[in-house]
């Protein structure tokens, strides 16, 4: 529970308390009542069409004395056991070492009471000054003063082997002898401009956009990026896109495939706009004009990465602590980590595609058999109709004749069931050879449907006999 009071509840607390009746709650301020609610200071009710609220007993304390009274008893608690808690610290440094080996190297003591504190920081110090702590091991405390006491022994080796190998640091020469092909298209392009540098617009140089005076610095730092960017197997390619009509150029680091667009960019910092005279005599012509606030002025710090308004987020520039030359390898180091990632989640697209093709065509397979079971069927079921029809004919036939022996059957009904007993004779399947029925056409229409997929998701796997066309390798693949 909660029971420290912000500065706006206490004075509506205070408010709530001054008033002889409940107080009208303004709609503004029920979150704030609410929290006091919570705290158990104040009692919240409907009245008329708005909240009331009136202060508890918790809250007359708390306005009394300035702490929340469960805060108070709970302190009493915790100082009441303190005695206990005590007696059950270690009596020593060799006693805490021992449970902490038998613990995995890690106890949390829950907010001691200070006797039971001190118990613990004399077993902590005696370990240190007495030699308890194992050979190679490293005896920790946190929360010497308050809150959890966290006590950790830890294997220095181990935890040294764990630690990630330290980032190579990327070293930039003095002075550029024999630039990257880039840094002298940049240089070219640069000419001797005293002002601002800006190439960020231009083809097949760095996107640079820094002051004169940092120009040959930046030149200095993307030599040295890049040259050690190709050392490692990657190539810096100068790009050019088509964007909404426009040709926007790029610099980019290509990692197992993966372009990373870079911008050297030097950090400004917003300043008041002094109106020059010319501003001052256009808004004195026209009274609507209005001036920008501030001016964006370049402040010294470099900075290296994405380019402005592009999808990556990556970027290292100069701090106050560091250079951006000292955050070189962690940039590079950065690039090569997304471009393993974006490689894990391809392989695994990958494998998702091919889940998702494989479980389509053994459905399309398994409609496939569906659909040649139940036209067999149909066909056997039609069969035994039409040979039950013909004995059906048959039996009339005979039932026919028996009804006319004693007598001359005319000549019209001899000549019907004879008729009869030929229309017989070709319904009855038993009087040719059986063979199973021709396959059914293997169309995208009729297996979409039993199969319920999209019919055109992938590459159709039946000509135009139903045979099926898959090679042997995704046969085996693609079968169920």
Request: some cysteine.
């Amino acid at each position: 529970m909660k029971y420290a009071v912000s500065a706006p509840q206490d004075a509506l607390l205070r408010e709530i308390a001054a008033t002889s009746e409940a107080m009208r709650i303004p709609p503004a301020r029920t979150q704030t009542a609410w929290a006091l609610e919570q705290r158990g200071l104040v009692k919240r009710t409907w009245g008329g069409s708005g909240q009331v609220a009136v202060v508890t007993a918790d809250g007359r304390y708390y306005l009394k004395h300035g702490v929340h009274p469960r805060q108070v008893q709970e302190e009493k608690d915790r100082l009441g056991g303190d005695a206990a808690q005590a007696a059950l610290a270690p009596a020593g440094g060799a006693e805490l070492v021992s449970r902490l080996l038998s613990s995995s190297g890690k106890i949390t003591v829950a907010d001691p009471a200070p006797r039971t504190r001190g118990r613990w920081r004399a077993a902590y110090y005696n370990a240190l000054h007495h030699g308890h702590v194992p050979e190679g091991h490293k005896l920790r405390w946190n929360g010497r003063q308050r809150g959890d006491c966290i006590f950790t022994l830890t294997d220095e080796a181990a935890e040294k082997a764990a630690q990630p190998p330290p980032v190579p640091a990327i070293e930039l020469p003095e002075v550029l002898e024999r630039p990257h092909s880039l840094v002298r298209a940049t240089r070219k392009a640069m000419g001797r401009s005293q002002g601002t540098v800006d190439t960020r617009g231009m083809a097949e140089v760095i996107p640079l956009h820094v002051s004169r005076p940092l120009a040959d610095r930046g030149l200095r730092i993307m030599h040295a990026f890049l040259t050690e960017a190709e050392s490692r197997g990657y190539s810096a390619e100068a790009q050019t896109d088509l964007e909404r009509g426009e040709a926007v150029h790029t610099l980019a680091v290509v990692i197992r495939g993966r372009a990373f667009p870079l911008a050297l960019t030097e950090r400004t910092t917003k300043v008041p706009h002094e109106p020059t005279p010319k501003e001052l005599r256009q808004q004195e012509r026209n009274p609507w004009i209005r001036l920008p606030k501030y001016d964006e002025e370049f402040n010294g710090r470099l900075a290296l990465g994405a380019p402005a308004k592009s999808w990556y987020s990556y970027s290292y520039s100069d701090g106050a602590r560091w250079t951006l030359e000292s955050r070189l390898g962690l940039l590079l180091q950065d690039l090569e980590h997304r471009a393993a990632e974006a490689e894990r989640r391809d392989r695994e697209q990958e494998l998702l595609e091919a889940e998702r093709r494989r479980r389509w065509y053994a459905a399309i397979k398994q409609a496939r058999e569906w659909q040649i079971e139940q036209h067999r069927a149909e066909f056997l079921n039609a069969q035994v109709g039409a040979w039950h029809r013909a004995a059906e004919i048959r039996a009339f036939c005979q039932a026919a004749r028996a009804r006319t022996e004693s007598a001359l059957a005319p000549a019209e009904e001899t000549a019907w069931l004879e008729w009869a007993e030929s229309y017989a004779a070709q319904l009855d399947p038993l009087r040719r050879r059986l063979n199973a029925p021709p396959d059914p056409p293997a169309t995208r229409e009729a297996l979409r449907e039993m199969a319920k997929v999209d019919g055109y998701a992938y590459p159709w796997p039946f000509d135009a006999d139903g045979h099926w066309t898959l090679p042997q390798d995704q046969q085996a693949d693609e079968a169920p």
